[in-house]
C-alpha cells in the first residue's frame, strides 16, 4: 500500500518515537503528563494546578499518557511500558471518590487505561473500572435531546442542555461496555448520541460545530457556539477532527453506513482546507494575522484518515492515505526528537482564544504515535 519511499519515511519515524519513548517512558514514569514546561513532562496527578476538582487528577486527558505506553508495551512487548501505564490507571481511583469532578471525558480517560489493561492482560480490576466509567457516561444520557450532556455547571452560566463534538471520542466506551456485557444500553445511548449529533453539529459542507445547546427538558436546539474555535458559526480543526475520527469509531462498533458517509463528508471538507505546507491552523475560518497552527488536529486527522481509507474501496483508499501522509510527514519536520524536550509535539493550541498556543499537548504525540502504528498495520486499536 505505501511505496518503497514512503515505507523507509515511516519506518524511519517509528524508530525515532521508539528512541524518544524509551527515555522519556523512565524519565516521567511517576507523571501523568499534559503539556511541558522549560522542556519536562509537567504532572497533573501531582495536585491540583488551579485548585480545582477538574484541573488535577479529573483532567480529560489524563488518559493519554498511559494510552501512550499502551501503545509501546503494544508495539515492544517491554513491561517497563506496561508498568507506568498501570500506575497511571491506578492513580485515577481517586476520581471516582471525588465524582463531582468528572465529567464526559471519562471515555477518554477509561478507554485509553483500563480498557486497554483489560483488552491485553484481562485484569479483572481494570474491567471494573471501565464499567463505573460507562455507567457514569450513561448517567449523563438526556433522553428529551438525545444526548450525553458536556461538562458540568460552568462558572458562568447553565450547561444542562450542552453537548460537545468532542463527544464522539468518549461513546466508545459504551459501545465497548456492551460487548463486554451484552447489555444493549449502553450502545443504544451510544447510538442515539451519534444519530443526534450527525443532524445537529455536521452542517451541509462537511464542517461541524463544536457546541450545540438543546433545551434540557423538550430537547430541540436551543443554538450553538463556536467554542474553543474562532467564533460561532467557525470551523475549530480539532473539534473537526474528533467528529471525523469520531464518527469512523461509530461505523466500526456498529457497521452503519450513515456513520462511515458522515464521517467521509467531514473528511472531504478537512482535506479540502489542508494548506499547501500541511500545517493546520486552529480554526480553518480564522483570520490569517495573527498565526495560531494547532498540530494535535493534523496528528488526530491523520488518524481519521487512515481509518477510513481502510473501509473504503481500492481507489478512493488513496485519497486519504495521500492527505494522512501529508499531515505526518509535515508534523515530523516540526516535532521534537532530542532529549530537549520530553514531548514529540511542540505546537499544539488548546483553543484559538487563551494564551495556550504552539504548546506541547499530550493528546498530540498520542494520536502521532497512533497514527504512525496504523500505517505500520500492526496498530492496537484502544477506541
Ligand atoms: N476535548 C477538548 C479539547 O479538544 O480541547
Redesign the pocket.
Known sequence: MLSTDEQQWLNALIAKITAKMAWVSEKSRHKIPYTTIDGTHDDRSASNPSGTLTDGINW?TNGFWGGMMWLMYHETGNEKYKDVAVNSEAKLDRCFDEFYGLHH?VG?MWLLTSVANFKLTSNPDSRKRAMHAATLLAGRFNPAGGFIRAWNDLDDGDTRGWA?V?CM?NIPLLYWATEETGDPRFKQIAERHADTAMTAFVRMDGSVHHIVEFDPYEGGVVRTYGG?GYEEGSSWT??QT?AMYGFMMSYKHTGKAEYLDTAKRIAHYFMANIPEDGVIPVDFRQPPEPKRDDD?AAAIAACGLIEIARCVGTYDKHIYLKAALKLLKSLETRSDWTERSDAIIQRGS??YRGSAHHQPII?GDYFFMEAAFKLKGNDFYLW
Open positions: 480529560w471525558d477518554f460537545i468532542d471520542f474553543q480539532r473539534g474528533w494535535t488548546a483553543a493528546y
